[in-house]
């Protein structure tokens, strides 16, 4: 029989085989959970990782997209800027309104003729003063001060022998009539052709392609005298498709509004004493044969008024709207 020592002990033995079981039981579940808990937090791992590729892709194409838009940005800032400095240009320069004449059809009237120098200075301060009525009363609004420029192209030997024999004035009347009218103004010219088939047509027909053209150019008023005949309807027409006839205006001889052609329906200022009216032409004998001329009285205008002259007053132009229109232009 086992002594009672002999059984204690193997009650202890007993015991402590199976408080090692229970043990070794748990550590063997804590490392199974450990195991799991691992791979668990590597897959964690690995998708954080891809989010987070992603998410360094999406900020490099928005950091991209962002300096994209910066630059472009900046591009149309200076366009901006360019833009602003252009038109603080323009209010700065000088703004032009034009005149051009065709002196072989437009002729001044008999009266202003034959006065000579006086007669010439009376003819610019009068087409001076319709130009910027018309102006006013168009209620043409721009930016800055207004240059106004007068340009008559003709052949002066010509209209000289032409009006020479139809006694409406005598060479020498004509020449100081000239000097008068360009000294009223250094903007004020008068351009001799010369003889030659369609030079002053030529001539005005490249004036009107060219400066209308410029940004600065905000009306030109053509005097021709044409109507529905006038040689420049092809030219205007071309300008039309250009999106450039806008800026023209007509200029006549009160009275002569109903010889314009139904096609050109353009503005128009019609001027009364300024201008003749009819058409002659020279007499067989001439030896040299100009275009046609006008003679004979006006009747009464639609429109009068005026851009100022150097001999103009200066409240001509300081109309109640507020316009900007330079009481100097004509004089500088």
Do not use: K, N, P
């Given at each position: 029989m086992a002594t009672p020592q002999v059984t204690e002990a193997l009650t202890?033995?007993?015991r402590f085989l199976l408080a090692r079981d229970e043990t070794i039981t748990r550590l063997l579940t804590l490392s199974s959970t450990t195991i799991k808990r691992n791979v668990d937090l590597e897959n964690r791992l690995a998708e954080l990782e891809?989010?987070?590729?992603?998410w360094k892709q999406a900020h490099a194409?928005?950091?991209e997209g962002a300096d994209r838009e910066a630059k472009t940005l900046k591009g149309r800032l200076a366009s901006l800027n360019s833009q602003i400095a252009s038109m603080e240009s323009m209010m700065i320069q000088s703004l032009l309104i034009l005149c051009v004449v065709d002196g072989d059809a437009c002729v001044f009237t008999e009266a202003l003729l034959k006065q000579g120098h006086e007669g010439g200075r009376?003819?610019?301060?009068?087409l001076t003063k319709a130009v910027a009525d018309y102006l006013t009363s168009q209620d043409?609004?721009?930016l800055g001060q207004l240059s106004f420029w007068i340009t008559i192209y003709y052949n002066r030997i010509g209209l000289a022998s032409v009006l020479e024999r139809h006694q409406i004035c005598t060479s020498e009347q004509l020449e100081a009539f000239t000097m008068g009218f360009s000294q009223a103004s250094p903007r004020f010219l008068l351009v001799d052709v010369g003889y030659g088939k369609d030079a002053t047509y030529t001539k005005i027909t490249e004036y009107l392609q060219t400066y209308i053209r410029f940004p600065q150019t905000q009306r030109i008023f053509l005097a021709d005298a044409g109507g529905s005949d006038s040689a420049y309807v092809s030219t205007i027409t071309t300008l039309q498709g250009?999106?450039?006839a806008n800026k023209l205006t007509f200029l006549e001889a009160a009275g002569a509004g109903a010889n314009q052609s139904p096609r050109l329906r353009f503005p128009t200022l019609y001027v009364d004493n300024l201008f003749m009216t009819h058409q002659a032409t020279p007499p067989p004998s001439a030896t040299h044969h100009p275009p046609p001329l006008n003679f004979a009285g006006l009747s009464p205008s639609h429109i009068t008024g005026g851009l100022p002259t150097p001999r103009s007053p200066s409240s001509v132009l300081t109309p109640s709207t507020g316009k900007l229109i330079d009481p100097n232009l004509a004089s500088k």
């Open positions: 202890r033995r007993s891809v989010e987070l590729a992603v194409t928005a950091l009376q003819a610019a301060q009068q043409i609004h721009v250009d999106g450039l």
